[in-house]
């Protein structure tokens, strides 16, 4: 399972980067593969070890901001291992290969 998170404190102004990073560290810390972009992190494992690592980062950002805003999309393909780099992988090979032919 991949899961795509975003965690955003509210009410503490518009600088937010700090707590961000208190969220980030949390996944990084966690040993799962992940990624951070500039609008989502996205964590890969099993159902119980992704949801706890959300639950974590999103605590690590409410115990210093008095309200939290969270944004999940989550990929469930049981099975699936090494998803973040394998999915990645098949778009730039298809990007290799140059426009598609229109269908038709």
Request: aromatic letters at 4%; zero cysteines; charged letters at 25%.
């Amino acid at each position: 399972m991949i899961v795509a998170f975003s965690v955003t404190p509210l009410g503490v102004g518009e600088d937010v980067g700090e707590y961000v990073a208190d969220a980030v560290r949390v996944v990084r810390e966690s040993g799962l593969p992940h990624r951070t972009d500039a609008m989502f992190t996205s964590v890969e494992g099993d159902w119980d070890q992704v949801m706890d690592v959300v639950r974590r980062a999103v605590a690590a950002v409410e115990r210093r901001a008095p309200r939290v805003s969270l944004v999940l999309k989550a990929d469930i393909r049981p099975g699936v291992t090494d998803g973040l780099t394998a999915k990645v992988a098949t778009v730039e090979r298809y990007l290799s290969q140059g426009p598609a032919e229109p269908a038709g």
